[in-house]
């Protein structure tokens, strides 16, 4: 194994290990949190006639119930996490600019015949269509980009054009 080979391999097992790390955070906080709550608001909560166990499933609950709606506020309605995204697919060049294997096969035997036949059902049947000079139009601009990108083997992204 070459020295790259086993720099990759360390980075990609500290990678693993720091991604276990916060999962295993979240976890044990969640634990700490139901396991003090449960032997504080338990006496309180027993006179209500709930066990211990009743108590610690209501925080469990509790608990899920606020981490999910939170990171669902935080994603949905203030989008906290669109520029991070944006930042690490637009700004990695080996996520935007790289055609993977797949995606020239995808192009290359799917999308590129699928654009040619389309075009020439539009073509033929366009007398009956009222916007197919539009529609052709879009569909010569798909196919020539589809070209580009096959021969190029690389992803174009315009300035500006939003793609995640």
């Given at each position: 194994?070459?020295?790259?080979?086993?720099?990759?391999?360390?980075?990609?097992?500290?990678?693993?290990?720091?991604?276990?790390?916060?999962?295993?955070?979240?976890?044990?906080?969640?634990?700490?949190?139901?396991?003090?709550?449960?032997?504080?608001?338990?006496?309180?909560?027993?006179?209500?006639?709930?066990?211990?166990?009743?108590?610690?499933?209501?925080?469990?609950?509790?608990?899920?119930?606020?981490?999910?709606?939170?990171?669902?506020?935080?994603?949905?309605?203030?989008?906290?996490?669109?520029?991070?995204?944006?930042?690490?697919?637009?700004?990695?060049?080996?996520?935007v600019?790289?055609?993977?294997?797949?995606?020239?096969?995808?192009?290359?035997y799917?999308?590129?015949?699928?654009?040619?036949?389309?075009?020439?059902?539009v073509?033929?049947?366009?007398?009956?269509?009222?916007?197919?000079?539009?529609?052709?139009?879009?569909?010569?601009?798909?196919?020539?980009?589809?070209a580009?990108?096959?021969?190029?083997r690389?992803?174009?992204?315009?300035?500006?054009?939003?793609?995640?």
């Open positions: 194994m070459t020295i790259n080979r086993r720099k990759l391999r360390a980075a990609e097992w500290l990678y693993r290990w720091n991604l276990s790390l916060g999962i295993l955070g979240i976890v044990f906080t969640i634990l700490t949190f139901m396991g003090v709550f449960t032997l504080i608001l338990g006496p309180v909560l027993g006179g209500f006639g709930l066990s211990y166990a009743e108590t610690a499933a209501i925080l469990l609950g509790l608990v899920i119930a606020a981490v999910l709606g939170f990171g669902i506020f935080l994603d949905k309605v203030i989008q906290f996490w669109a520029a991070q995204a944006t930042v690490a697919t637009v700004r990695n060049p080996f996520l600019d790289t055609l993977y294997q797949k995606e020239l096969l995808s192009l290359l799917v999308q590129a015949p699928m654009l040619r036949a389309l075009r020439t059902l073509g033929d049947r366009g007398s009956s269509l009222s916007h197919s000079a539009e529609v052709l139009s879009e569909l010569d601009s798909a196919l020539t980009k589809v580009t990108t096959i021969a190029d690389r992803w174009t992204v315009k300035p500006g054009e939003r793609v995640y």
